[in-house]
């Protein structure tokens, strides 16, 4: 039903943490980050080049989601952790992670439709860590052939990056050229730089499967929804 959902242009909230009943959302302003739009400042630029962090993917999905929903409000409940937590054992949901040694310092969890990922909610334990998970997630993106980044809602911070709103009926415009698609998540040999990442460059690599793990440091190795941005 999610799946179907997503397939729609629609998706799940609750009202809170303790709220037990979940609706379904669709807004007639969409926010979006262009796969070749999202803005690295110099100094952004500058953290992922020498901030030395280890950057992986679904090595702790659960992880993240926990992290996500750890704020004063949240729209992420009981059910929705464990209705996500069933998408990513099966393939659908992904999480790209920020690593500080043994610390989960930042990342963003969503899931993947054809070529299109749909931000779920990010957050953030050092400065500019959910940034920083962004771009190494929007290079992924790039490489692996994605068309669409649905970030659901377009807040301040999200804007600051580069994504931008359109309307409902440009979206599912977008939305059903990317559910024709095909893009992995995975590729095989994909190990870019943190330079390459700064500088925003995609590096395309034949698909693959499987967890991975790049070195954030000088060795070679997307949104919290309305205002929960970190």
């Known amino acids: 039903m999610l799946l179907h959902g997503y397939g729609l242009g629609i998706f799940p909230m609750a009202q809170g943490r303790d709220d037990s009943e979940i609706h379904w959302v669709d807004p007639r302003h969409r926010g979006i980050f262009p796969i070749d739009g999202f803005h690295i400042s110099r100094s952004l630029a500058h953290r992922i080049r020498t901030c030395g962090y280890t950057i992986r993917t679904d090595s702790d999905f659960a992880g993240v989601v926990a992290a996500c929903a750890d704020r004063p409000e949240t729209w992420i409940n009981a059910e929705i952790t464990e209705l996500y937590l069933t998408l990513h054992k099966g393939g659908h949901a992904h999480s790209l992670e920020v690593w500080e040694g043994e610390a989960l310092i930042g990342g963003v969890y969503g899931v993947k439709l054809g070529a299109a990922f749909f931000g779920e909610s990010m957050f953030s334990r050092r400065t500019d860590a959910s940034k920083i998970a962004l771009a190494w997630l929007m290079h992924r993106l790039r490489a692996g052939g994605f068309t669409l980044f649905d ?18 009926a440009a979206y599912h415009q977008r939305l059903d050229a990317a559910l024709h698609l095909s893009a992995t998540f995975y590729l095989t040999g994909y190990q870019p730089l943190p330079s390459s990442v700064a500088g925003g460059s995609p590096s395309p690599a034949p698909p693959s499967s499987g967890a991975g793990s790049t070195s954030g440091s000088s060795r070679s190795g997307t949104s919290q929804r309305n205002t929960q941005t970190s």
């Open 151 to 168: 970030t659901q809602f377009l807040t301040p911070h999200l804007a600051s990056l580069g994504a931008i709103e359109i309307s409902r």
